[in-house]
Each structure stands twice: as structure tokens, then as C-alpha cells.
């Protein structure tokens, strides 16, 4: 006889999302249930199965991941990127992860730093023609914008100069520009894939390479080391790291400096630390995220990415019965987990709500649990960006902490919104001090 989900939980029905909704349902049902709780489903064939206890979150991201694929809620994500890696599964997943691998190993990562440096210092020049005008600004707007750029620079390089000149403006602006994640924007979004095709069928006619992501995608060979990849897979991968790349890392940063408004002292701290000569080479042969490792400005990040996850919600299927907190959990249950609630349990953290960037020092994490922080994800399916996305944002902090301080304008605190990605629910707006 198949067995049933019997974990307690409520007796309401919901099905669980990336939405305010649902994280409001959460908080209230972990304070009721405890770290394992079953939510009858609503719509969904099965009752879902949320899990906040870093044990159970290790087996089915770690040891029995051979029982769980991706789960629920996927559709939006695959509406925007087809089968692109995020959403991809078996073997078209393994074969597109050693394609795409090499791409994101720390040589690949440090031949982006100067082009991520000069996008950081024409921020830093056009910030400090604000700060000397006294004007606020919209620095949710400016960081999207600006990671953005990143990702479209790292993937097309000389491309994107020329597809912003031959379009008049650059066609992807309105990812950095809309917050609605609707079918409007999805529909919008596909339809870029046509700029890659272009790009790619310009290349190929040329013969011509660049030191980009695109070209990588491009050369990327599975392990026999004959298929190329079809052009149809092409254009979901690249927009799959457009999508995964660009908000991510622009909702962590406007997180992080809002976190530094309102901890003056921390701001001065990690202010000492990037005014330090020793503290962070910043020419174009380092990548902070590597050579800074431990650094303050990377405890910083590593304190705003467990607080505000950008990923707050993810999800897994169980593809056979399994057994987690102590309760069957049959087939087919959909599998929850919310780096967001992990990230503030007083069972693993001290003063889970404060903002203490040290937690991340150098032998500080003596004793924590490997799976109560979990901002990337863990195992195999663990974020291939993770070393990029670190490697930007120390970068953009360490050159905006060395010009400015930043003063939050706001009279209210800033909301969180609960979507796809944790992200502030209004545009934050900061006044720039210039620093002597
Ligand atoms: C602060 C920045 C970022 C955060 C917090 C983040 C977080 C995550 C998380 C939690 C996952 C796993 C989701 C799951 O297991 O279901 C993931 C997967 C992924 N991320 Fe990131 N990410 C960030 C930046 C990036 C960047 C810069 C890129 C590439 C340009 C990227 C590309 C991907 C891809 C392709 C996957 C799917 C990997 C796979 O399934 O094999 N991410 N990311």
C-alpha cells in the first residue's frame, strides 16, 4: 500500500509559491508545527512537504538527491528560459552542466574583472556628479541597470556594443526596468532569443570567437567531446544566465546597502576595511570574491544573502518514497524549502533578525550546520554563478564603500516582496556623501 504524508500541518489548503501569501502562511505554520509540516494541496495532485531542518534539507539536496528533482512552481521559470539549466533534469541537465561548467571556474571568472571594473568606475563617476548635486537616487533602478550590463556584457561582449547601436537602444533594458514578472513579461522576454540567434549566425558566418559566455556556449562540448549544442538549447542557456545572473545579484546589492544605511557603524567598518591598501587589490587581474575570501566586505554580502536571499523559495519532487523529519513522505510530494526561514532560526543563528557581517569571519562558523545556510543552494544543482555573482558584488561594494556613504531616504523601512525573488517592495532611494 502506498504510504501517506502524515507530518502535522494545517488542515487549510494552499499551494505553496514564490508569493507574499505564502510566506506569510509559512511563518505563521512554523511557529504552529514546528520544522516539518504538510500543506494540503489546494490545486496540485499531491500535499506539499515543507522542510526547515538542515538534516532533512542535506538528504534531498546531498545524500538521496537521486530521489528528488526539481519540483513545483518551475513553470514560471520555464516560460522564460525553455530548458535551460535552472529548469532542465537527468541527463540533458548533467550533459548541460559539463558543458557549461568550465565557464564559471575562477580563470573564466577573472577574465571579467576588468570589464566589471570599468562598469563599477562609470557608476562610481556618474554617482559622484549626484552626490555633488545633492540629489537622491534610485539606487534599486541604478544597481539593476548596472548587474544587468554585467551579464549582457559577459555574455555577447563586442556584440552587445553593436546590437545597442543597430536597435538605437539596448532591447533587454526593460528586464532592468519592469518589476511585473507576468506572462506579458514572459512573452517579452522569449521573444529576445531572436538577438542571440542573430548573434550567434553572425559569429558563425564570421568565424569569429569572442572571450565571451556566448562563444563558450557555443564551443562547449559534452564529455565525448563531439556534440556541439543545438541552437535551440543555445538561446535557453543564454537566457537562462540572464535571468538567473542579472536580478539576483541587483536584489542582494540593494539589500546590502540598505542593510549598511541603517548600520552606520558597519558602514564605517567596511569602509576601513576597503580604504585598507592591503585590503583589496582591485586591479584588473583580481577578483575579489577570490583573493578577498574572508574579507569584510565578503562577510558583509554573505550577512545581506542570509537575511534577504534573493532565492527565498525552492522546491523538489520526491521521485520515490522517502522518509524526512521522521515522517513518510510518499512519491510525488512536492518538497519546500526556504533558505528565508533557515537563514532566521534561532536553532542555528544568534540574534537571527541582527545584521552581523563578523558571523562570516574566519572560523566564526565553527559549529554551524553546513545546510543552515544555504543562499546558492547545495549540491550538484548548486548555483554555477555563485563564484561570479561574489566575485561582482565585492567588486561594486569595495568601489562604492572607497567614494561614498550611502543614507537611506525613505521615512519607512523598507518592505520585502515576497516573488520570484526577494527583492524591496518599493525603489530605495539613498543620498550619496561623497568621501575626503
Ligand atoms: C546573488 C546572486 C545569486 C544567487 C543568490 C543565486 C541563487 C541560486 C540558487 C539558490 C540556485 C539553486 C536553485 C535550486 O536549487 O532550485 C541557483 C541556480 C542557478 N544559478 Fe544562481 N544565484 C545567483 C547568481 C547567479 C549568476 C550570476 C548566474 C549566472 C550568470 C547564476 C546562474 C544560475 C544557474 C544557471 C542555476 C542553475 C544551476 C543548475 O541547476 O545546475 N546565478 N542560483
Excluded at 520544522?35 to 495532485?45: A, I, K, Q
Excluded at 538527491?65 to 533534469?89: D, F, P
Excluded at 559549529?367 to 555563485?386: D, E, K, N, T, V
Aim: proline share 6%; with cysteine.
Amino acid at each position: 500500500m502506498a504510504q501517506a504524508l502524515s507530518a502535522p500541518g494545517p488542515t487549510e489548503r494552499h499551494d505553496l509559491d514564490a508569493n507574499d501569501e505564502s510566506l506569510s502562511l509559512l511563518l505563521q505554520w512554523l511557529a504552529q508545527y514546528g520544522n516539518t509540516f504538510r500543506v494540503p494541496s489546494l490545486t496540485r495532485p499531491v500535499d506539499a512537504l515543507v522542510i526547515n531542518d538542515p538534516d532533512d534539507i542535506r538528504r534531498v539536496l546531498l545524500t538521496h538527491r537521486a530521489n528528488y528533482v526539481k519540483g513545483a512552481g518551475l513553470e514560471r521559470v520555464r516560460m522564460l528560459v525553455g530548458n535551460g539549466l535552472i529548469v532542465s533534469e537527468g541527463e540533458a541537465w548533467a550533459r548541460q552542466r559539463h558543458r557549461m561548467q568550465p565557464m564559471f571556474q575562477g580563470s573564466a571568472n577573472r577574465a571579467f574583472a576588468p570589464m566589471i571594473q570599468d562598469l563599477q568606475a562609470d557608476l562610481v563617476a556618474r554617482w559622484a556628479v549626484r552626490a555633488g548635486s545633492g540629489e537622491p537616487i534610485d539606487l534599486t533602478r541604478e544597481l539593476s541597470a548596472v548587474a544587468l550590463e554585467v551579464v549582457l556584457r559577459a555574455l555577447f561582449s563586442v556584440d552587445f556594443d553593436r546590437l545597442v547601436l543597430a536597435e538605437g537602444s539596448n532591447p533587454f533594458d526593460f528586464l532592468a526596468e519592469e518589476s511585473v514578472r507576468d506572462l506579458r513579461f514572459a512573452a517579452r522576454f522569449r521573444a529576445l532569443g531572436r538577438f542571440v540567434r542573430d548573434i550567434v549566425d553572425a559569429r558563425r558566418h564570421e568565424g569569429r570567437s569572442e572571450a565571451d559566455w556566448l562563444s563558450m556556449l557555443m564551443h562547449a562540448r559534452d564529455k565525448g567531446g563531439e556534440a556541439p549544442m543545438a541552437e535551440r538549447a543555445l538561446v535557453d542557456e543564454a537566457l537562462t544566465l540572464i535571468i538567473a545572473g542579472h536580478e539576483t545579484t541587483a536584489s542582494t546589492l540593494n539589500w546590502t546597502w540598505y542593510l549598511l544605511s541603517q548600520h552606520p557603524q558597519v558602514q564605517r567598518e567596511l569602509q576601513a576595511a576597503v580604504d585598507a591598501p592591503s585590503a583589496l587589490p582591485l586591479a584588473a587581474e583580481s577578483v575579489p570574491g577570490e583573493t578577498a575570501a574572508g574579507s569584510y566586505v565578503e562577510q558583509v554580502l554573505q550577512e545581506a544573502l542570509r537575511l534577504y536571499p534573493p532565492v527565498w523559495l525552492f522546491s523538489r519532487r520526491a521521485v520515490g518514497d522517502d522518509t524526512l523529519g521522521g515522517h513518510p513522505v510518499p512519491a510525488g510530494t512536492d518538497i519546500f524549502i526556504s533558505p528565508y526561514l533557515l537563514h532566521r532560526s534561532a536553532a542555528h543563528w544568534e540574534s537571527p533578525e541582527a545584521f552581523v557581517p563578523e558571523r562570516f569571519a574566519p572560523g566564526a562558523a565553527a559549529g554551524r550546520h553546513r545546510f543552515a545556510y544555504l543562499p546558492f543552494s547545495a549540491g550538484p544543482r548548486f548555483c554555477i554563478g555563485a563564484g561570479f555573482a561574489m566575485a561582482e558584488m565585492a567588486m561594486h561594494l569595495a568601489m562604492v564603500a572607497r567614494r561614498f556613504e550611502l543614507q537611506y531616504c525613505g521615512t519607512a523601512p523598507a518592505e520585502p516582496e515576497f516573488h520570484i525573488n526577494l527583492r524591496t517592495r518599493h525603489p530605495v532611494r539613498m543620498r550619496l556623501i561623497a568621501r575626503t
